[in-house]
């Protein structure tokens, strides 16, 4: 059993990064099918990240339009006339308008 067991501690020396090589394995296996860290949930999460920042770029150029309309309606009158005019359907008491639907 000596000789055996000589062997054996040879054979797990020789090996010992085996050890290593399954603990590895173990953590790579708990990033990809573990339900909390999985590689599927992260680049989903990422894509979702994508879609609001996107979204969150959308609103802010659409808050600048908005913005930058509402200075021109408060500074100058040629903005308020023309948006009175084709929003409300206004005229100069002189003059005819043509609706084409």
């Known amino acids: 059993m000596g000789r055996q067991a000589k062997k054996v501690s040879f054979w797990v020396r020789r090996r010992s990064h085996l050890a290593l090589l399954l603990i590895g394995g173990a953590v790579v296996l708990l990033l990809f099918f573990n339900e909390d860290t999985s590689m ?51 005229q100069k008491p002189t003059e005819d308008v043509f609706l084409i639907k």
């Open 40 to 90: 599927k949930l992260n680049m989903q999460y990422q894509e979702e990240i994508r879609t609001l920042t996107r979204e969150i770029q959308e609103c802010r150029d659409s808050a600048a339009w908005y913005r930058s309309r509402r200075e021109a309606l408060e500074t100058g009158t040629e903005e308020l006339e023309h948006i009175a005019r084709e929003e409300y359907h206004m």
